[in-house]
Nanobody
Framework: QVQLVESGGGLVQAGGSLRLSCAASGRTFSRYFMGWFRQAAGKEREFVAAMSWSSGTTYYTDSMKGRFTISRDNAKDTVDLQMNNLNAEDTAVYYC??????????????????WGQGTQVTVSS
């Protein structure tokens, strides 16, 4: 089993920044991608960013390129999401996810096997 715990969410003013962190524990030796998704109230969960664990290659939803950055901290075994220039449309619960089986895709909810409990990000305008 794998456990994922997100942290770093909160309330921020429009134009501000937040850094989310996802700590992984358990049977993490089989890990192909780690990703971030978000779900706003009344909407579907959507892909934000992902990282190939072997190569470090990163992927983003087009609308978030340049504002969001996914990175890893090997010492802490975390994957982080730096979010800059936030706006009200970024308000959502942000989820960390881990893909433990090889798949060609990384941007769909069904591509991931483990999920964190989510952390709320609220951007006030």
């Amino acid at each position: 089993q794998v456990q994922l715990v997100e942290s770093g969410g909160g309330l921020v003013q429009a134009g501000g920044s937040l850094r989310l962190s996802c700590a992984a524990s358990g049977r993490t030796f089989s890990r192909y991608f780690m990703g971030w998704f978000r779900q706003a109230a009344g909407k579907e969960r959507e892909f934000v960013a992902a990282m190939s664990w072997s190569s470090g290659t990163t992927y983003y939803t087009d609308s978030m390129k340049g504002r969001f950055t996914i990175s890893r901290d090997n010492a802490k075994d975390t994957v982080d999401l730096q979010m800059n220039n936030l706006n009200a449309e970024d308000t959502a619960v942000y989820y960390c996810a881990l893909n433990s089986l090889y798949r060609l895709r990384y941007n769909r909810r069904g591509d991931y096997d483990y999920w964190g409990q989510g952390t709320q990000v609220t951007v006030s305008s």
